[in-house]
């Protein structure tokens, strides 16, 4: 699950490339509100990109450069990236004010091992000395969100999407649904699952579905996100199949929450226990039911199943 399905050509133009790297930082980070700073061409305290009120706190992205011109004299974007140059843009992001809780220097250039150790490094002293968090973003992960989230592909890639027929995007969908339900709360036993993770993993997993959007567990950034949910598939056995999913996922999980309430669930600690056989039978019956009706769905889209 979770394959790259198509790649993309980085932005021709540096503008472009920003406008595309403030919209990441929106969906990736949940925030509406990431602006850019100073003029296009122009950096402003190693930051190009600024959210002030992200998941992740105050959240700064400096776009780098390469040393080549377009028609208008404005720099592309790309290049590689050298330790000279990364503790520069460090340096420089020190000074921004607020002060930021997490910088990302982003690239079109290709990953590269020895840049990221340099980071890495970097990252942990910050970490002791209670500054922000270094991460890179490299045209690598780029091609990850685009793939990712499909209404980044609709903002900044609509033409390559006009390609992609009925049947890729309805594949789309299921393979984010599907991501959904790879998960141990439906897999493990019921007795080594903690209550609270496997209501939040039922929840996230309903939301997959009606929304096509999944969140991380711990973080709960949007990590993947599809045209929607399975009221969005064109093919019209696959939606009825997914409704039918929808309703018994939504079962398990008022069965789950009654069955708390009324005494036939207990927590041992944090972790569940099931004091009513019956319930019990119902819970592992409900699980999976969905995973094997999804998993039938799923060959008959061919994609690989949980």
Known sequence: MGQITQF????????????????????????????????????????????????????????????????????????????KILIEEITKAKTFQPQLDVWILATTAKRDARIQETARRIDRQHAKQKLFEVKLWFWDDYVAFLNSYSDLQAGYYDQIIRLRSPLDQDRLILETIATAFDRPAFTDPLNVEQVDDMLEALADTRAALKTGQLVDRRSRHVIRKAVGGWRYLEDKDWQARMQGIDERLTQVRTALVLGLKDGRLSRSGSFLTVQDPVLRRELEQGRMDCLLQLNELLVLAALPTI
């Open 8 to 83: 993309f050509q980085p932005p021709l133009y540096w503008q472009q490339f920003e406008d595309l790297t403030q919209a990441v930082v929106e969906i990736v980070y949940g925030t509406s509100h990431a602006d850019k700073i100073g003029r296009p061409g122009q950096s402003q305290d190693g930051v190009d990109v600024h959210a002030g009120r992200s998941r992740a706190g105050a959240l700064g992205v400096q776009c780098k450069r390469m040393d080549n011109l377009d028609e208008n004299n404005l720099p592309l974007p790309g290049g590689a990236i050298t330790r």
